[in-house]
């Protein structure tokens, strides 16, 4: 067996807002990059609400909630999937959404209510505000930064190619 520990993985600052239409149509491209890459790229949810979303700030901090119960992903894809639904039914469809995942949706309402997460999903807005990020979804990843609330057309391709340069850096093959 090899004593070398494996390489960190590539990651890419997913900046997302839960209550984006954009954010729904880019859940393909995020299964596709989980599936080809596995454990050698962490997609790390980075929050970005928009104002003209009125639920999104809660939705956010409610996604915090769900990373602490080590369910962020099936969480975002949940209620990425609902958005037009999150408008309407507001912090109860977020609540709602962490039972049915089977997760302790009376410490999503308490998270909710004493706003434990706040501090989280301020610091990723002013970082993302810092780096240029208008819109969701944006990616980060090896310092540049793709723009997916304009057009995801090509989008995944990019990433891949930038992913595969840096694990063939990683793993010493030119």
């Keep these: 067996m090899s004593d070398t520990s494996p390489a960190e ?6 900046w997302c807002e839960l209550q984006c239409p954009d954010c729904r149509a880019a859940l393909d491209d995020l299964r596709s990059l989980r599936e080809r890459y596995g454990d050698r790229l962490e997609l790390r949810l980075r929050h970005f609400p928009l104002e003209k979303h009125k639920h ?21 894809e949940a209620v990425l999937g609902r958005v037009e639904e999150l408008d309407g ?29 706040i501090l989280i999903v301020d610091a990723d807005q002013a970082e993302g ?39 063939a850096a990683q793993d010493g093959t030119p």
Aim: charged share 30%.
């Design 9 to 14: 993985p590539i990651v890419l600052d997913v």
């Design 56 to 76: 999104s700030f809660a939705a956010a901090q409610a996604a915090e909630e769900a990373a602490v119960q080590g369910q962020v992903w099936p969480y975002v």
């Design 89 to 117: 039914k507001g912090e109860a469809l977020l609540v709602e959404t962490a039972r049915e995942l089977g997760l302790d949706a009376e410490e999503f309402d308490t998270a909710l209510i004493d706003g434990r997460h």
């Design 129 to 167: 505000k810092a780096i240029g990020v208008t819109g969701t979804p944006t990616y980060v990843i090896d310092g540049e930064r793709l723009d997916g609330g304009k057009s995801q057309e090509g989008l995944r391709e990019r990433i891949e190619r930038i992913v595969d340069r840096l694990l």
